[in-house]
């Protein structure tokens, strides 16, 4: 539901991040590992709303104006072959 003056009220609020990343495959040894980076800017997101804290527990805190992201992980064989 939006309110009269505009805003969105209780679990219709969200956020819409923008972002640049780069992924990649290696090898370490004979393992191939995939990794990747990535930052996003959050170009709209919801305030805090202090009264939401007060009254319930579904309180969802404002998120940060930037995300940083790494990750690894190794392939392995499939077992189901």
């Known amino acids: 539901m939006v309110s009269i003056e505009g805003e969105p ?8 991040p923008i972002g640049l990343g780069d992924f990649g495959l290696l090898k370490i040894g004979a393992m191939p590992v995939r990794w990747g980076i990535e930052a996003q800017y959050y170009i709209l997101k919801p305030g805090p709303d202090a009264d ?9 805190p404002s998120p940060p104006n930037w995300n940083k992201t790494f990750c690894i992980g190794p392939f392995t064989m499939n077992p189901f072959k």
Do not use: M, P, Q, W
Request: charged share 40%; proline share 0%.
């Open 52 to 60: 939401d804290a007060l009254r319930n527990d579904s309180y969802i």
């Open 9 to 16: 009220e209780g679990k219709e609020r969200f956020t819409v």
